[in-house]
């Protein structure tokens, strides 16, 4: 069965649903972060929401998730052997201490500092050696098997600056982040989350070429998992030529509305006008002036459906607590067992 593996932010993980707790596979903790090497969650206040979550649905796998944008440490940890072990080491103390089934790294991004973190151009062998160490670390200790993942970059710069085919001999899956694919650096409206390129697009980022290069890369298609929205992005100062598609905007694209507030305020509301991209698989709305993109039920069905055509592991999604219509959870689901 293809899984479901969804982001929640601890201090959501007491309000997660049972409707939707049923419907997941895997749960990924959002986040601890690297300290001296050292692997600290300072919500683990939120861990005892963990045994609810295991009585909804015994099946369910729960890691946490080390990193996201912004957060460093990882480049220092990994430089050296010591730092790697260290590293490794107090990762599996908060596994076992709040009884998880693995760890996810988040690292944004080896050998690149544009998230204002420490990077170093060994940065790419040692992400490797990093990976080795916890799956080290997770056999000298497991009566099973402990998962481990990473959320990877959505586009070629990852692939530049890791050695995927290497590393994911040590991973369970790779989860790539194919949201966020234009946004913060880009002043061109455009899909952040598409599923196929837009022909009159200057950008060919999609999550189908991304699968294509991870795959070139030597990461085995079953191992490979793409990744949803439940939010938007969004930019102001749109040319309003073509309903804003692939115009050149005021803005950079920031993040939001969620999926909820866009059910609420946004689809075919207060000005807003849904727009479908066939080429792409994917919907936008537009004012005249802003330009949003997003992914809804119909893109998801399409990815749902790309992902199995490909063999591919699951879909994953970031972030629960965006969706608060409490829809596109089980309408994943639904999706994934037909």
Known sequence: MKQL??????????????????????????????????????????????????????????????????????SEAAYTPEGRRLFAQTAMELVERYGLDGIDIDWE?????????????????????LLQELRRAMEAREAERYLLSIAAGGDTYFLRNTQMEQAAVYLDYVQIM???????????????????ATPADLSDVCADKAVREYLRSGVPAEKLVI???????????????????????????????????????????NGYVRYWDDDAKAPWLFNGDCFISYDDEESLGYKVDYLKEKGLRGIMCWEYGCDTSHTLTAFLRGRLNR
């Open 5 to 74: 593996i969804e982001y929640v932010i601890d201090s959501r993980l007491p309000h997660v649903q049972e409707a939707e707790a049923v419907c997941m596979d895997v749960i990924n903790i959002a986040f601890a972060h690297v300290s001296e090497n050292r692997v600290v969650w300072e919500n683990s206040k939120y861990a005892q929401a963990i045994p609810r979550l295991r009585r909804l649905n015994p099946d369910l796998k729960i890691l946490l998730s080390v990193g996201g944008w912004s957060a460093g440490g990882f």
């Open 227 to 269: 990744g949803a929205a439940f939010y938007a992005r969004t930019w102001t100062g749109v040319n309003p030529a073509d309903h804003g598609l692939c115009q050149m905007a005021k803005s950079a694209g920031t993040g939001g509305p969620h999926y909820g507030e866009l059910l609420e305020n946004y689809i075919n509301k």
């Open 109 to 129: 991004y080896p050998c690149m500092s544009v998230a204002g973190i420490g990077a170093d151009p060994a940065d790419k062998k040692n992400f490797t050696l």
């Open 178 to 196: 194919t949201y966020d694919l234009r946004g913060g650096f880009s002043t061109a409206a455009g899909h952040h989350t598409s599923l196929y």
